[in-house]
């Protein structure tokens, strides 16, 4: 009689072993990672190839570099892999169980209630205080588009898109003092995350430096949001801003409201997602455009052609068809999510390795992106690959800084129009030049941001 337990024991020692990228005890590849940066991912993937163990200190990960492999992750085998490791337990004490991290019954029914509120009606209106906001803040750029004051874009567009979350998400009335409490106070914690994920697994009360400091910033930030949703109830109005449709949709199959804390929950992660992404995604689309005077070029005569002057609406957006594979192709180079962990609930196998229960499965999104395999010219600044029929040719999840599958970002088209938008507007009226001997290097923190700013002057047009 075949013993099957032996067999599968059998098979499973004649599968591949995966490489790793260190064998140091402790602190794994951390050294090298924060010393090379994105270039540690680089050459992991080109010394490791496609799939490999990415060690981190206490954080160990099955790496997957292509688009196949992301597939089996988060759409074939979807229902394997959970939201459940140090990383999603460590942004978790920031959203909360908002949509990006909650699972199960209750993520499909927020979904459910959120999803539909997203409509082509109510992202005109949300279009409209973008451009409001985007007024607002671009009006600070006029005292310094001499061409010789140097400005740093990438603090800019931060500035820029706060205001406009801001103003789309709780309207008008929130106070200037509230606005820049919540956007200092979330500025840190986001750079405070990274370190957050490795020393999640420390106790309360060993001291850990920035954590008591990361905890006051989301109080701080709470204590504003849930003013903001006490004044809502108190007004019982249907408003345009974000919060508002939160506070008022109703579970068709339940006829229930969401609770506070749930308003809150969802409420902070889509000001993440409408703020950090798209301020990280424009930095790095105005640093290319200033190194590539012909590709700004292309952009302005399609903004002019287009607008002829005028501000953009929603309905402009579908034209400005080059505009939007720049900010693409920006975040094709640079995806401001550049990794996404699940950790496996059953056995499983990808590209014939045997995967653990209880392993945590990241798609590299970075690497993705400029896998060689899948891209010509990886490594290069061009927009035109994002025409659709050479999209077409791509596999379907080749380009991914929003996700894939059922758990897509929620709030993919309010970033793109937001982003297509700004750069619109800003590029209708300056000219943007690198300054010499400025470099820009990508930092890896919660999002691929850019270390130590995009330096430019501004010349008006």
């Given at each position: 009689m075949i013993n099957t337990e032996q067999l599968s024991i059998n098979q499973q020692r004649r599968q591949p072993t995966l490489s790793s990228t260190s064998h140091?005890?402790?602190?794994?590849?951390?050294?090298?990672?924060?010393?090379?940066?994105?270039?540690?991912?680089?050459?992991?993937?080109?010394?490791?190839?496609?799939?490999?163990?990415?060690?981190l200190g206490p954080l160990s990960f099955v790496a997957l570099n292509h688009p196949e492999q992301a597939q089996h992750l988060f759409i074939d085998n979807a229902r394997n892999y959970t939201k459940d490791s140090a990383f999603w337990e460590s942004i978790r004490t920031l959203l909360g169980n908002g949509l990006p991290l909650s699972q199960g019954d209750f993520w499909l029914r927020q979904r459910r209630m959120i999803q539909p509120q997203f409509h082509r009606q109510r992202l005109v209106d949300m279009g409209n205080l973008m451009n409001e906001a985007i007024h607002k803040s671009m009006a600070s750029w006029e005292s310094i588009a001499n061409g010789e004051t140097p400005f740093d874009i990438a603090h800019e567009m931060t500035q820029v898109t706060m205001s406009v979350i801001v103003r789309t998400m709780f309207g008008t009335d929130l106070a200037d003092e509230d606005s820049d409490t919540v956007a200092d106070e979330m500025n840190y914690a986001l750079n405070y995350m990274v370190f957050g994920m490795i020393a999640h697994s420390i106790p309360d009360w060993v001291p850990v430096p920035g954590r008591k400091r990361y905890l006051g910033s989301i109080a701080a930030i709470d204590d504003v949001v849930f003013r903001v949703i006490e004044q809502r109830h108190q007004e019982k109005t249907e408003g345009a801003d974000l919060v508002s449709i939160l506070y008022?949709?109703?579970?068709?199959?339940?006829?229930?409201?969401?609770?506070?804390?749930?308003?809150?929950?969802?409420?902070?992660?889509?000001?993440?997602?409408?703020?950090?992404?798209?301020?990280?995604?424009?930095?790095?689309?105005?640093?290319?455009?200033?190194?590539?005077?012909?590709?700004?070029?292309?952009?302005?005569?399609?903004?002019?052609?287009?607008?002829?002057?005028?501000?953009?609406?929603?309905?402009?957006?579908?034209?400005?068809?080059?505009?939007?594979?720049?900010?693409?192709?920006?975040?094709?180079?640079?995806?401001?999510?550049?990794?996404?962990?699940?950790?496996?609930?059953?056995?499983?196998?990808?590209?014939?390795?045997?995967?653990?229960?209880?392993?945590?499965?990241?798609?590299?999104?970075y690497n993705i992106h400029r896998n060689p395999a899948i891209w010509e010219e990886p490594d290069e600044f061009i927009p035109e690959r994002f025409t659709p029929d050479k999209m077409e040719q791509r596999h379907k999840l080749a380009w991914m800084p929003f996700g894939a599958g059922q758990r897509m970002c929620i709030a993919k088209e309010f970033a793109l129009m937001e982003g297509q938008l700004i750069l619109a507007q800003a590029m209708?009226?300056?000219?943007?030049?690198?300054?010499?001997?400025?470099?820009?290097?990508?930092?890896?923190?919660?999002?691929?941001?850019?270390?130590?700013?995009?330096?430019?002057?501004?010349?008006?047009?």
């Open positions: 140091l005890p402790l602190i794994g590849s951390i050294p090298q990672m924060m010393r090379q940066q994105t270039a540690f991912l680089t050459e992991a993937h080109r010394k490791h190839g496609d799939i490999f163990n990415m060690s008022n949709m109703v579970d068709a199959e339940t006829g229930e409201r969401m609770t506070g804390q749930q308003l809150r929950d969802e409420a902070v992660s889509m000001f993440i997602a409408g703020y950090e992404t798209t301020a990280v995604s424009l930095a790095w689309a105005f640093h290319f455009l200033s190194q590539r005077p012909e590709i700004e070029r292309k952009l302005v005569d399609e903004v002019d052609s287009v607008l002829n002057g005028r501000v953009p609406t929603f309905a402009d957006l579908p034209k400005l068809t080059y505009t939007k594979m720049v900010l693409q192709e920006a975040m094709r180079l640079y995806p401001p999510a550049f990794w996404l962990p699940r950790t496996a609930i059953e056995d499983d196998e990808i590209d014939g390795y045997h995967i653990p229960a209880g392993s945590t499965v990241g798609a590299v999104i209708q009226r300056y000219r943007i030049t690198p300054i010499p001997g400025r470099t820009v290097q990508p930092a890896l923190t919660t999002s691929l941001r850019v270390k130590d700013g995009v330096w430019v002057t501004l010349e008006r047009r």
